[in-house]
């Protein structure tokens, strides 16, 4: 008989402020709220009032706007062991029964370390990226080999085993929730589903701070830099593009730096690099969202 779960502790040092995510404040008190409180109770406790886990969440929402971030970072903050990121496409496979055969592993494997550990109590997460690619309406593989079908099988069969999946916690992602098995979707299976959409102005202000905290802490950054209106300047941008943009702008600042001879004046204590508001205007000529423009209200 496996021992109940015993539950996870929230780390002291952990602060939201510290955890690189910008402007989803809501989103991360909801899915920890929903998916992972009922783990900080005592087993005992949760036993007496009737609280039982949540087996697995759905996280849907366009791509980079942080899906993978939030499950890591709440996996850090309950000192669970670093998530397991499964890649649909990557699960596929043209043998047959091979792809069953995977899924089927990676629970194994969950459990096999927990029990290494000697420590069943340890919150094990699957991340189950572009989960689309696999789990999509059974009957829907359009004359295909019929994988996506006994993928799905398998992956509930892991999900209502008789064995309670005490301490392991499955994070399906997906950019096409209307595309995933409604099975896989029901009550004791992917039982939380949260969108996380494209951040707002104040969320995309909150995200340019995060992907230049270090620039403006050591002095590379100019102070024309605008931060409030590259916020507003980046409509529809997610925060991977956020981030992307932020590369962009140094690599301007290089080059002005390269062209300029002053390169061997930079060395690992010497900063006198400077990332200018003309460096992220031309940045913003050349990063542009995936969904929309940067001055375009999508629907
Ligand atoms: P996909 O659907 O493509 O898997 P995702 O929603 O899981 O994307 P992430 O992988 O979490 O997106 O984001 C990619 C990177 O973009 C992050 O590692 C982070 O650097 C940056 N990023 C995305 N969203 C945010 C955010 N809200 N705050 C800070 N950084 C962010």
Not at 162 to 187: C, F, H, S, W
Not at 212 to 230: H, Q, Y
Not at 254 to 263: F, N, P
Not at 274 to 289: N, S, T, Y
Request: aromatic share 4%.
């Amino acid at each position: 008989m496996r021992r109940p779960a015993a539950n996870s502790v929230i780390r002291p040092d952990f602060k939201f402020e510290d955890m690189g995510i910008g402007g989803l404040d809501k989103e991360f008190s909801d899915i920890f709220r929903r998916a992972f409180a009922s783990r900080i109770v005592p087993p005992g406790l949760a036993e007496k009032i009737g609280i039982q886990h949540v087996r697995g969440i759905l996280l849907f929402g366009p791509p980079g706007t942080g899906k993978t971030l939030i499950a890591r970072q709440i996996g850090k903050m309950l000192n669970a062991r670093e998530p397991k990121v499964i890649n649909g496409p990557e699960v596929l496979n043209k043998y047959v029964g091979q792809s069953e055969e995977n899924i089927r592993k990676m629970f194994a494997d969950a459990e096999k370390e927990q029990k290494e550990r000697g420590d069943e109590s340890d919150l094990h997460i699957i991340i189950f990226d572009e989960l689309d690619a696999v789990c999509k309406q059974r009957g829907s593989t359009g004359g295909g080999t019929g994988v996506g079908d006994s993928v799905v099988n398998q992956l509930l069969s892991k999900l209502d085993g008789v064995e309670q999946l005490n301490n392991i916690l499955l994070i399906g992602m997906t950019n096409r929730k209307d595309m995933i098995d409604e099975a896989l979707l029901r009550p004791g299976r992917l039982e939380v589903h949260m969108e996380i959409s494209l951040p707002d102005e104040h969320g995309r202000q909150q995200i340019l701070k995060i992907h230049t905290n270090k620039m403006r802490t050591n002095g590379t950054m100019a102070p024309d830099v605008d931060l409030p209106e590259l916020a507003r300047l980046t409509r529809n941008f997610s925060g991977a593009e956020i981030q992307g943009l932020v590369k962009d702008a140094s690599s301007w600042a290089l080059q002005r730096h390269i062209k300029a001879g002053t390169m061997a004046a930079l060395s690992d204590d010497v900063v006198n690099m400077k990332i200018r508001m003309e460096d992220f205007m031309r940045a913003l000529d050349e990063v542009h969202p995936l969904f929309g423009a940067n001055d375009e209200d999508l629907e």
